[in-house]
């Protein structure tokens, strides 16, 4: 929606990584060019380290890109397994056949062979490992020890990108590297807050929005709240920016975050919606909610009289809203579930009229609760959906609403909130569990299109967790 609005190419801030859109500020581009420098220099162990969410994996794929074409670069996403499973997949990656038993090769021997075949053809192999803080000990040690034997080396570089974690394993693979220095290498920092409206306006630039756009919609004010929330994580920046073009641009925005992520109300952009402004008008004078509510259960209950006798009434649906419904519910009832109502007449006594009463808080609490069986599924090898992560003062009270709203309610039972105390307060939403990875992208792709449209993705429920406490 928000890129019609705003006559955009392509989304912003998309969750998927795109060498095309590189910011290279916060020192960004810098760290890039010295890796690649260093990788041309010949050094053998290489070292990038950063918290989740700082673009470590865009700058593995532009090193990757930006290689000459005498360098071959074998990426690793996700290096769970041992150190023979890791060889087997560069092996591959470098002309070994992958079909066939492997039972009883040697995958060491196999890689050197392969190696020294690149080094004759003039080519230098590049491994470049992502989330290597997931390396299994006993993988890294190898790793590192066979880069810094000279008697016994592995002929390649090697490229280690990771969180804080990394940085620790490595201390442990000291006494195996002598001719390596695993201590250097580059850490991504957070963005300050200049840094922070710098990225923004960079992604928006690149996505055909105007330097008018963005200072109407990326005040200072609703600069400093993104940067206060996501304290310079460029992910964190990402999912909040979006959300403040949606809130923007539209009526009745899907999630109001760090209040719509917007500047002072005297900055705001006039409304021309005449229910807003009804809004706004009740929200400011009670007493006019309580004639209006009154003259609203006297008409009611006059149409119940004369609609005609006998005739069952419908079922009403009660929908919360902010101080509005409150201050009605307390000048007329609406809003609590009916008695039985007598009515004289050849029908005789009228059914109830049900009233639904969603109970957003109730609805909240219920879903923190059940997670507690969700996390369940970290020793059963279980996956999940990470749906949305919301960072400020307003996001319980946001979900509690969304949970009420009729798109929502029916699918309550598949949302898992989990909260992470900081300030503001971080809530991570996950929908559904389930037994395989696949099943878990077999969902998110059937999913509604109103849960798609925020770009969900699968990933095991031990590492949702691990995002948490990182």
């Known amino acids: 929606m928000y890129l019609e609005h705003f006559h955009l190419t392509q989304a912003p801030f998309a969750e998927e990584p795109d060498p ?3 910011f290279p500020g916060a020192r960004r581009e810098e760290i890039c060019q010295s890796l690649i420098l260093d990788i041309l220099a010949g050094k053998q162990l290489l070292k990038l380290v950063g918290r989740e969410g700082s673009g470590k994996t865009l700058i593995c794929r532009l090193i990757a890109e930006r290689l000459h074409a005498e360098y071959h670069v074998v990426s690793l996403a996700n290096p769970i397994g041992s150190f023979d499973d890791l060889l087997r997949i560069v092996c591959i990656e470098l002309g070994m056949d992958p079909r066939g038993a492997h039972e009883q090769v040697n995958f ?12 004759a053809d003039g080519v230098t192999t590049v491994l470049v490992v992502d989330e290597a803080e997931k390396l299994f000990l006993a993988t890294l040690e190898r790793l590192v020890r066979h880069v810094g034997d000279r008697q016994d080396e592995l002929d390649l570089t090697i490229v280690l990108a990771g969180r804080k974690g990394l940085d620790a394993n490595l201390e442990q693979m000291a006494v195996f590297s002598n001719n390596v220095d695993i201590h250097s290498g580059y850490f991504l920092e957070d ?7 710098q990225y923004l306006r960079y992604r928006l630039n690149a996505a055909g929005m105007g330097r008018e756009q963005f200072a109407e919609v990326f005040t200072e004010g609703a600069v400093a709240k993104i940067f206060a929330a996501a304290q310079g994580n460029l992910r964190m920046i990402n999912i909040l920016a979006e959300e403040a073009l949606k809130a923007f641009c539209a009526e009745k925005s899907f999630m109001v975050l760090l209040d719509h992520v917007d500047p002072d109300a005297a900055e705001s952009p006039p409304l021309d919606n005449r229910m807003m402004e009804m809004y706004e008008l009740l929200c400011d004078n009670k007493l006019l909610v309580g004639v209006l509510a009154g003259a609203v259960a006297l008409a009611l209950a006059l149409g119940l009289l004369l609609g005609g006798v006998g005739k069952q009434s419908p079922s009403v649906t009660v929908q919360k809203i902010p101080d509005i419904t409150s201050a009605a519910a307390t000048a007329t009832g609406v809003g609590q579930t009916s008695p039985q109502i007598g009515d004289q007449g050849a029908g005789g006594a009228q059914p109830t ?10 609805l909240y609490r219920d879903r923190l609760g059940a997670s507690a069986s969700w996390l369940a599924g970290i020793y059963k090898g279980g996956f999940t959906i990470q749906l949305m992560m919301l960072g400020s003062n307003q996001a319980p009270a946001s ?8 798109e929502y309610y029916p699918v309550r039972d598949q949302f898992f909130i989990l909260r992470k105390k ?5 809530l991570f939403v ?6 395989s ?11 509604p299109v109103f849960l798609r449209k925020h770009h969900p993705y699968p990933l095991s429920i031990a590492e949702a967790v691990k995002k948490i406490e990182n």
Do not use: C, W
């Open 437 to 447: 990875l696949d099943a878990a992208r077999e969902a998110r792709n059937s999913m």
């Open 430 to 435: 996950f929908y559904g569990m389930y037994d």
């Open 422 to 426: 900081t300030t503001p307060p971080t």
């Open 108 to 119: 060491f021997v196999v890689l050197q062979q392969l190696l020294a075949q690149q080094r």
């Open 399 to 406: 979900i509690a609403d969304i949970l009420t709203q009729d």
């Open 353 to 362: 009229v049900a009233r639904e009463i969603r109970d957003g808080d109730k």
């Open 20 to 22: 095309e859109v590189f």
């Open 191 to 197: 963005l300050n807050e200049s840094e922070t409206r």
